[in-house]
């Protein structure tokens, strides 16, 4: 597509939850980021991968966190047994190499009641 | 950890009137870019610099890469409605992942 794609847009999810985020990025863009970011607050930094492999996973708040990416282009972002702190927009973005210019998605905003 | 210091927080102006805003980072990075977020938008990228010193422009934006590496500035003359949005800083060094500022929202009366 023409640019990074997430889905959903919304998602209103009760505690204890599993939610699946989606982020398809631009044809060809090799890395690929996920942020989160609260109401009024900066990106914190979650993951990112670089092709298939995630060499940096060090933002991710919990092991009820995890992604994936295979075929080196769409990535899942998945929370588990959700808590109401997890509540916020999660942006994907993506980029060509691993440097610089990133390109971001609108972003899943997530509501755990 | 990266932790990069963006200020200010906010800032309410007058259409018209010029805008400075900038992040400073205890650590040294070799990428600084430049980020507007509209409401519910994905950050866009405004400017992007890669050289200690360097001076860039696009339209009425100016930013700068600090020669220490440690900091950046971005600046927006004659500021018009359109500008408003949250503007975020993120710098990277090598292949790291980008770190970015809190933010500054900028709010302009008419």
């Known amino acids: 597509g023409a640019g990074v794609s997430q889905s959903p847009s919304n998602k209103v999810t009760e505690k204890g939850k599993d939610v699946e985020l989606r982020c398809d990025p631009i044809s060809g863009h090799t890395a690929l980021y996920w942020y989160r970011q609260s109401l009024g607050q900066g990106l914190e930094f979650l993951i990112y991968?670089?092709?298939?492999?995630?060499?940096?996973k060090s933002g991710l708040p919990s092991d009820r966190f995890s992604a994936e990416r295979t075929g080196g282009s769409v990535s899942t972002l998945t929370i588990q047994r959700t808590q109401q702190e997890d509540s916020a927009v999660y942006l994907c973005a993506s980029s060509l190499p691993v440097l610089g210019e990133l390109f971001f998605g609108e972003g899943s905003r997530l509501t755990v009641l | 950890g990266q932790q990069l210091n963006q200020s200010p927080q906010s800032m309410f102006i007058q259409e018209g009137e010029d805008v400075s805003m900038n992040c400073t980072s205890s650590?040294?990075?070799?990428?600084w870019l430049w980020y507007k977020q509209d409401p519910g938008e994905g950050p866009v990228l405004l400017i992007a610099?890669?050289?200690?010193?360097e001076l860039t422009s696009n339209g009425r934006l100016t930013a700068q890469f600090g020669i220490t590496r440690k900091d950046s500035f971005l600046n927006i003359s004659a500021s018009i409605p359109s500008d408003v949005g949250i503007y975020f800083c993120?710098?990277?060094?090598?292949?790291?992942?980008?770190?970015f500022g809190q933010g500054t929202r900028l709010t302009i009366n008419p």
């Open positions: 991968f670089q092709g298939n492999s995630a060499p940096d």
């Open positions: 610099l890669y050289k200690a010193g």
């Open positions: 993120a710098g990277q060094l090598g292949a790291q992942k980008l770190v």
């Open positions: 650590s040294i990075f070799n990428t």
